[in-house]
């Protein structure tokens, strides 16, 4: 039996990139898939696109970096579905800014969105979990690379300290959810997902002025899906996807 038949996801960033290829292939495996982003039109233009595929997409307008969308949304969802099985948290951005002559409200945007609202998030889903007695989903993070070099602004892209700062937050937030699941004897998945170069609307500008092999938004989706559909017995804790010859 196929692991995912008659599951419920959540994909936070659903409207391009990564989170929109998840998306597609989620929903066309048969999926009810929510997706939050802040920008509705997006939505909207995705939610056509998605028309007559097998699973069902609900789009919902969602900006991660205000506490009461954040809770709207949970709200939304525990009302008209209950509970969902799976949750990629796929939102991020990455603003140009500068250690020493940038400020602050770059840095406060930045953990806002990738680090607080996707841990808001977070906790409201293991919270409808809980109260479903649902004991066997799955908590995927996208992260970055980055968080697995010694020094992650000694990279081959550009990376604000604020982007490189969250992201190995969140490394570290992710690997204290997996333990404290584990010490609370829960079968749920907390999987983390580290890409390397992938093209997108954050990257697209550089990549055309600095042309290099990169990951297209369907690869990461595909190393997400494996990840979804391992038997209940295994966890791929940590799954690093770069483009060939990334250094």
Do not use: H
Request: aromatic content about 2%; hydrophobic content about 40%.
């Amino acid at each position: 039996m196929n692991p995912l038949t008659n599951k419920i996801a959540l994909i936070t960033g659903a409207s391009a990139g990564i989170g929109k290829a998840i998306t597609e292939e989620l929903v066309s495996k048969g999926l009810k898939v929510i997706g939050l982003d802040q920008d509705l039109n997006k939505l909207k233009l995705l939610a056509e696109e998605l028309k007559g595929k097998s699973g069902k997409f609900y789009p919902l307008q969602c900006d991660l970096s205000l506490q009461n969308e954040n809770e709207s949304a949970l709200e939304w969802i525990g009302k008209n579905l209950g509970a969902v099985d799976i949750l990629i948290n796929n939102a991020g951005i990455s603003l140009d800014s500068s250690s020493i002559t940038g400020g602050i409200e770059e840095l406060k945007k930045t953990l806002d969105i990738n680090v607080l609202g996707l841990t808001c998030i977070t906790k409201g889903i293991l919270q409808m979990m809980k109260n479903k007695g649902l004991d066997n989903g799955a908590i995927i993070n996208i992260n970055d690379a980055i968080t697995w070099k010694g020094l992650p602004l000694a990279s081959d892209r550009p990376l604000s300290p604020a982007y490189a700062s969250s992201k190995s937050a969140l490394a570290t937030l992710t690997e204290c959810l997996r333990l404290e699941l584990a010490q609370n004897e829960s079968n749920i998945k907390v999987i983390n997902i580290s890409p390397g170069l992938v093209e997108s609307e954050m990257t697209q500008q550089w990549l055309t002025e600095n042309p290099r092999l990169a990951l297209k938004p369907k690869d990461v989706a595909d190393a997400i899906l494996f990840a979804l559909q391992t038997p209940e017995n295994v966890l791929i804790k940590e799954l690093i996807i770069t483009p060939i010859r990334e250094m």
